[in-house]
T-cell receptor
């Protein structure tokens, strides 16, 4: 049961343009969402997060949008740079609950972003 | 501020053997989570340790076990290795407040690449 899905395995954009990475989820209990970037042979690097009480969070070139009714979030990178080329993972967690769900991140399969100079 | 470190970087074992992977959490963090990332997939939650006790487990058999030490570092032990255990093992640390306080964003180490022959 894939609770977090990234349906686009790859995305290619031109330097300076906008990159939009998408993520869908099925578990309505998720209340905290994160995006991570991963380079080969490195661990995931935290980019940006959003709580379910918000619909937008911005940090420099990165903006995450959350549409709770559609159970959809997206990451916008503007402008895209060649150094942004990496695998991007969205992840979700249930922060408001205790018990054994606590602190567990559920990840999507990842989207490979390639930014061409 | 020291980030999350993991050792060893790479490891080759044969089927049936046992392996121990180590993780040092980021300074100021008290919670450690372990994830398994198979090739082409997103990380899968194994378990989390808080206050030296397992606090939540994913869909992994009991031959996957762990420890957390008073300095918040952690070990992941895998017994009776199988070929499918070949993967990148990621450790992530975070801060969790007392009681039912929320777990903050998880920060990942570089991972240990385990190959089982």
């Amino acid at each position: 049961d894939q609770q977090v899905k990234q349906n686009s395995p790859s995305l290619s954009v031109q330097e300076g343009r906008i990159s939009i990475l998408n993520c869908d989820y099925t578990n309505s209990m998720f209340d905290y969402f994160l995006w991570y970037k991963k380079y080969p042979a490195e661990g995931p690097t935290f980019l940006i997060s959003i709580s379910s009480i918000k619909d937008k969070n911005e940090d420099g070139r990165f903006t995450v949008f959350l549409n709770k009714s559609a159970k959809h979030l997206s990451l916008h990178i503007v402008p895209s740079q060649p150094g942004d080329s990496a695998v991007y993972f969205c992840a979700a967690s249930v922060r408001g609950a205790g018990g054994t769900s606590y602190g567990k991140l559920t990840f999507g399969q990842g989207t490979i972003l390639t930014v061409h100079p | 501020e020291t980030g999350v470190t993991q050792s060893p970087t790479h490891l080759i074992k044969t089927r049936g053997q046992q392996v121990t992977l180590r993780c040092s959490s980021q300074s100021g963090h008290n919670t450690v989570s372990w994830y398994q990332q198979a090739l082409g997939q997103g990380p899968q939650f194994i378990f989390q340790y808080y206050r030296e006790e397992e606090n939540g487990r994913g869909n992994f058999p009991p031959r996957f076990s762990g420890l957390q030490f008073p300095n918040y570092s952690s070990e992941l032990n895998v017994n009776a290795l199988e070929l499918d255990d070949s993967a990148l093992y990621l450790c992530a640390s975070s801060w969790r407040g007392g009681g039912r306080g929320r777990t903050d964003t998880q920060y990942f180490g570089p991972g240990t690449r385990l190959t089982v022959l």
